[in-house]
């Protein structure tokens, strides 16, 4: 569940105007400030780190993912299982269906310093500043980037870097405390409409186990 968290609570796109050449910082803030609800089409490749007699091992999944602050998302991967990932404001719900099971956890327990945080839940960039250290990084790959740093280090994630194209966040990067490394990428943006708040409820279908952390 934690390391799904990690790789996956994540996201982000700013749907406001700025210039072409605004810093990651500009188009972060703007992001935070602007974008209150939001649709995306993603792709994720998670590396794990090679280890003694073992090769890096990647693995490639996709689906969807929308979001409305504060603190409402949803990831729904498709390929290669099928997982539905939701935050209702209250309760993070994972269901896994393969495992025919719902694991439900509060929150306020498992969101603080994670990508959730840039995604659905600061409302302003101090806000964020609280639990992560904030650093321009130079603009790579035609985008501009910002780097974020957990505050506390208790937690499993390591840094995250988000990169801007224009005035979208297409890229998320996110390394966790056991050198595993996802990279999210977010295409088809719709901001601002179009995502009902159905979509930030769940009930558990019926026969499933539900485990309550």
């Not at 991967?77 to 935050?87: G, H, I, N, S």
């Not at 870097?161 to 996802?182: T, Y």
């Not at 295409?187 to 930030?200: E, K, P, T, Y």
């Amino acid at each position: 569940m934690k390391k799904l968290l990690m790789a996956v609570l994540a996201f982000c796109w700013a749907g406001v105007s700025m210039s072409a050449f605004a810093g990651g910082m500009d188009a972060l803030e703007s992001f935070i400030r602007n974008a209150k609800t939001g649709h995306a089409e993603f792709t994720q490749t998670v590396t794990s780190p090679a280890r003694e007699g073992q090769a890096a091992r990647t693995r490639n999944s996709s689906g969807t993912f929308d979001f409305q602050r504060p603190n409402h998302f949803r990831f729904i991967y498709r390929k290669p299982f099928e997982q539905t990932l939701v935050a209702d404001g209250e309760t993070l719900w994972l269901y896994d269906q393969d495992l025919n099971q719902v694991t439900a956890r509060r929150q306020a327990k498992v969101l603080g310093s994670t990508p959730a945080a840039l995604i659905a839940a600061s409302p302003d960039i101090e806000t964020l500043r609280k639990d992560f250290e904030l650093q321009e990084l130079p603009a790579q790959d035609g985008m501009q980037w910002v780097q974020a740093t957990p505050r506390t280090r208790d937690g499993q994630l390591r840094s995250m870097k988000a990169g801007f194209r224009g005035d979208e966040l297409a890229v998320l990067e996110i390394l966790d405390g056991f050198g595993q490394r996802s990279v999210m990428r977010f295409s088809g943006m719709q901001l601002n409409g179009g995502v009902s708040a159905d979509s930030f409820r769940f009930t558990p279908p019926t026969g499933v186990d539900v485990v309550k952390q």
